[in-house]
């Protein structure tokens, strides 16, 4: 009974952990892109270097959502109370 416990705490876990990291990766990747549209409509000039952060950017946020995964599949599989 106690292991059913813990192998529910680590699945409802990783899937908050999961959820809010794709929502986390979604807004960010939203406003990142919403501020890079609304730079190249105010300076058409500056796109190669608003581009180049926005590049950036997004790939810091994606990489947030995939250090998530990989700590929910942590719990998941590497769970050293799950015996």
């Given at each position: ?24 990766a ?16 105010r ?35 590497a ?5």
């Amino acid at each position: 009974m106690e292991n059913a416990i813990m192998v529910a705490a680590a699945l409802v876990g990783a899937g908050i952990c999961m959820g809010l990291a794709a929502i986390g990766a979604g807004l960010g990747d939203g406003l990142v892109t919403s501020k890079f549209i609304e730079g190249i409509t105010r300076q058409p000039e500056a796109q190669g270097a608003l581009f180049t952060n926005t590049l950036i950017s997004v790939g810091l946020i994606e990489a947030m959502a995939i250090i998530a995964a990989v700590v929910a599949l942590i719990m998941l599989y590497a769970n050293p109370l799950i015996g």
